[in-house]
């Protein structure tokens, strides 16, 4: 079976094409600049690699780029469009509509734009895409991947601001907890690494790369999560502030006269690291310009793996325990420096990081010895989606 999966943002759109009897990817690529001039890359084992400019004035117009290419004669991967069993999207708020991943519908499609005031900049876009590829793929099967669907677990002590109750009720003013696909997928590769079931574990998962998010996952379930009713709470991100007090948002406009677009603006792509360092949103930047002695460079990567540690300590706390620990994403799969600086001072909870060890990409990086586990292991987001649109796909057909 082959599965197509779809992640399309607003000017961009990835897409990965799944051989589902052996989980190998046949096919990747990038559409970038839509609505722009476009620009497209696509690479397929044993095949050459294809980078163009290519026009694509809407997704609609990717869609029929990326069918092109998989299809071509000495780039392709495909006779035909008509090999594709089904394909996979992903969607980023699903709100509490969905605890998990379902085949696109009129009644789905109607609820993730019922979810577009949750996410105004990530589900439009995401709609657009299955919209394209039901104008150019007619009849295959499309299901929905939610990042938010892993976390709809979380108790509502969890998930429950401290706010009028009736902002919730009315207007569904809640945690809904993002990254869902790739907390799930380090869960599941965690057990089998470690070898032990997953619903005996108790495992606190760090997402670290532009976006960061820490995940409690208790016996395989979602208990709580940093990010909340938006990806702009928890932990300093790239450009992101995470938490702050909310009042500052009150002071600014009132005594220093910003307006609410111009503070939220600033939240989201002036703060986080990028904010207190005023050097990059990229960690690999700020430890070279903290080894030149930059100090604010050194004050943003030192504030991450503060507050990163903060919620590690939390989330053991809320569990009563943890038994392993896992970094992934971009900083947390390439980044050692930063998963040591994060692991320094955890021996208290049981968890020892064994600095040789540290290198590795997909493996157990904890001492022998350490009572709780440290891994890290690369995510894939893409392989969770592709699965899900299997298993709903073969469950028709069944
Ligand atoms: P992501 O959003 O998952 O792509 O992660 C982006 C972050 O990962 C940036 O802060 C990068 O500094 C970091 N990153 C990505 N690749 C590497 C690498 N090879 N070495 C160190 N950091 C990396």
């Known amino acids: 079976m082959k599965i197509l999966v779809i992640n399309a943002g607003s000017s961009s759109l990835k897409y990965q094409l ?9 096919a990747k690529g990038l559409c970038e600049r ?47 469009m008509n090999e594709i069993s089904a394909v996979g999207h992903r969607v980023v708020h699903g709100g509490e509509a969905f605890n998990g991943s379902v085949l696109i519908d009129e009644k789905v499609l109607a609820a993730v734009e019922e979810c577009v005031p949750l996410a105004p900049l990530h589900n439009p876009p995401n709609l657009v895409g299955i919209a394209a590829c039901r104008a150019i793929l007619g009849d295959v099967p499309q299901a929905a991947v939610f990042d938010t669907a892993f976390h709809q677990t979380m108790p509502d002590k969890a998930f429950i601001y401290a706010l009028p109750y009736e902002y919730y009720e009315t207007m569904k ?14 869960s599941r590769r965690a057990a089998e690494l470690l070898d032990r079931p997953l619903e005996e574990l108790k495992l606190i998962t760090c997402h670290m790369g532009n976006g960061t998010s820490v995940t409690a996952v208790d ?24 938490s702050i007090d909310p009042a500052i ?17 600033a939240m989201n792509k002036k703060s986080g690291v990028l904010g207190i360092s005023g050097v990059s949103s990229d ?3 700020l430890d070279a310009a903290a080894d030149g002695g930059n100090r604010r460079a050194q004050l943003a990567i030192d504030v991450f793996a503060y ?34 600086r994060i692991a320094a001072g955890l021996d208290f909870m049981g968890l020892r990081l064994d600095p040789a060890r540290n290198g590795a990409r997909e493996t157990v990086i904890s001492a022998d010895g350490s009572p709780g586990q ?17 298993a709903l796909v073969g469950s028709c057909l069944r």
């Open 18 to 26: 799944f051989d589902m009897e052996h989980e190998t990817v046949l």
């Open 34 to 80: 839509i609505g722009l001039d476009g620009h497209v890359r696509q690479t397929a084992p044993g095949r050459p690699d294809y980078d163009a400019e290519r026009p694509m004035p809407d997704h609609e117009s990717a869609i029929r780029v990326l069918t092109e290419l998989l299809t071509a004669p000495e780039i392709g991967v495909l006779g035909g």
């Open 173 to 186: 003013i809640r945690r809904y907890g993002f990254h869902g696909t790739s907390h799930l997928y380090v």
């Open 219 to 242: 016996g395989g379930r979602s208990v709580d999560t940093s990010m909340g009713f938006t990806p702009l709470e928890g932990v300093p991100m790239g450009t992101r502030c995470g």
């Open 249 to 265: 948002i009150e002071y600014l406009a009132t005594q220093h006269g910003m307006e609410i677009a111009e503070i939220n603006s």
């Open 283 to 285: 960690f690999r930047d």
């Open 307 to 340: 507050d990163v540690r903060k919620y590690i300590g939390a989330y053991a706390a809320a569990m009563g325990g943890c038994d392993a620990l896992i970094f992934t994403a971009g900083i947390g799969e390439n980044n050692a420096r930063m998963r040591a």
């Open 374 to 390: 440290i891994l890290v292991i690369p995510t894939n987001e893409e392989l969770v989606i592709a699965r899900d649109c299997a």
